[in-house]
Every structure is written in structure tokens, then in C-alpha cells.
């Protein structure tokens, strides 16, 4: 029986969820939730390589049009989302963005369009364990600008401002579950007065951990469907590869004028 340290496990020098070396993860990390989506960013890649796949994280790395970056699942929610950041913030990443799905709560976002949040509602649960829920989720500065620029150099209907980030897809969403319609379910038009864009559920993690330790976040979604409409676009992977390019371009433009300078 082999044994490690139980507040700090290592194995063999890999983080215990993510199964990586601090030389498997570049400094920028795009984020999207579900492990099948790596396979989308991997067709982009000038090349890639997958460095591990551990339970709902899987993990690549590879060089696009020069600029190294590595790409991560976090799974569905905040727990899942928190072990995915600490455990990359401590193999050396410095830039996270969230690139995933979301549904819009504004009747004048369309499916298809985009939404870069620049600050969460922090309903996700898992923040409050490192930050009184006062302290703020907000997106970098840095990171804003180069994802709306590089939507707009590509004529992308792009939205941007607040999330409600959720520990609930159901209930906390305001959806029926199992039938049942539970207290909460005027929530949305709660959210809607406040001006909030979409509901998703990872966001608020990334941007109060992000400013805990000081590294550069944000996110970009594709709006997968409109609570307000009633719309859920089914087959979504063309929106999530256009998606992925947007997040890929703008990475590069993150790192010429940002980071590019620092190494050197």
C-alpha cells in the first residue's frame, strides 16, 4: 500500500484529479465543462496533445498559431470546477477563461450568439469557502478586452456583462424537477430585473478564485438556449467550434500583448 499525503496528495509528482506535471500545462488554460470538448479545440490545434484523463478532467496541450496553451474539462458545477482551478493555479497557470454553454434570460439574446461575462452572480456555493460572499467575481480587465476584440474583428453578435453562476440546474434555475415547482421558480424574472444576461454554473468559481490568487480569468459562452423564448438548440457543435476558435484567437491576442512581454 503506497502512501501519500492526505492535505497535499501527490502522485509522483501529478496533481491527484488532474493527473499532470507543471510541464504538461502552459500558462493560459481554456476551461470548457464537458470532456468532449477538448476533442473540439484539439481539431484547431496546429498541434495537440492529450496529457490525461482522470474522471471528468480531461487534459491537453498544444501550440496554436504559435502561443502554447492548454485546455482542461472541469465537469458540471463548482466543486468539480474548484479542484480544476487550485490544482492548475498550483502547476503554474496564469490565464483561465471559461469557455462553455449557457441560457440567456433576456428575450433579445438569440441562440447562437455569444455572451462574455464580465462579473457572476455568486450562487455557486463552493467561492464562499475562500471569500465572504461580499467579495466580488469579476473577470480581468485584460482578458475582456481581448475576447470582445476578437469577437468583433469577426462580426460575432456578442453580449457582455453579468451571470448568475449556479449550484443548480434545476431548482436553482428556475426549471421544474421531477415535476415539481419548487419556491424559487420566479427566479428568473428576479435575475432579469437586476439586467443579468444568462445562468450557467461555473463562472463565479473561476473569476473569486482567479482573484484570490491572483491569476487572469474570464469567461465566453455560446447561448445553448433562451429561458425566456423556450428555445434549446439541439445540435450546438457548430456554435461550440466557432466557440472554441474565438477563445483560441483571443488567447493569442492575450498573450502577444500581455504575457509575450513578461517572458522576456
Known amino acids: 500500500m503506497k502512501i501519500t499525503s492526505a492535505s497535499s496528495p501527490s502522485y509522483d509528482g501529478k496533481a491527484p484529479h488532474l493527473m499532470c506535471r ?19 479545440f484539439k481539431s484547431l490545434f496546429d498541434e495537440f496533445s492529450i496529457i490525461s484523463s482522470n474522471r471528468e478532467y480531461v487534459v491537453g496541450t498544444g501550440i496554436y498559431k504559435g502561443v502554447p496553451i492548454s485546455v482542461c474539462s472541469t465537469g458540471i458545477g463548482a466543486p468539480s ?39 457572476a452572480v455568486r450562487k455557486g456555493g463552493t467561492s464562499n469557502f475562500y471569500a ?20 468583433k474583428k469577426n462580426n460575432l453578435t ?12 434545476f431548482a436553482g434555475q428556475g426549471r421544474p424537477a421531477a415535476g415539481i415547482e419548487f419556491y424559487n421558480s420566479n427566479l428568473i424574472e428576479n435575475y432579469r430585473k437586476l439586467g443579468i444576461l444568462n445562468l450557467e454554473m461555473e463562472s463565479e468559481t473561476i473569476m473569486t478564485l482567479g482573484s484570490i490568487f491572483n491569476v487572469l480569468t474570464g469567461s465566453i459562452c455560446a447561448v445553448h438556449c ?18 472554441c476558435k474565438v477563445a483560441l484567437d483571443s488567447m493569442v491576442v492575450l498573450y502577444n500583448r500581455y504575457l509575450k512581454e513578461e517572458e522576456n
Open 158 to 169: 456578442t453580449w457582455k456583462g453579468i451571470c448568475a453562476s449556479v449550484g443548480s440546474f
Open 132 to 151: 465572504p460572499v461580499e467579495f466580488p467575481a469579476i473577470s480581468s480587465f485584460e482578458v475582456t478586452e481581448c475576447l470582445l476584440e476578437t469577437c
Open 226 to 243: 433562451n429561458r425566456i423564448t423556450d428555445e434549446w438548440v439541439v445540435d450546438f457543435e457548430e456554435i461550440q467550434l466557432e466557440l
Open 22 to 40: 507543471k510541464e504538461d500545462i502552459a500558462k493560459i488554460v481554456l476551461l470548457p465543462g464537458d470532456p468532449g470538448r477538448v476533442d473540439l
Open 81 to 119: 470546477t474548484e479542484i480544476a482551478v487550485v490544482e492548475l493555479v498550483e502547476l503554474g497557470a496564469e490565464v483561465l477563461i471559461r469557455v462553455g454553454g449557457t441560457g440567456a434570460i433576456q428575450e433579445n439574446i438569440n441562440c447562437g450568439d455569444f455572451i462574455i461575462n464580465t462579473g
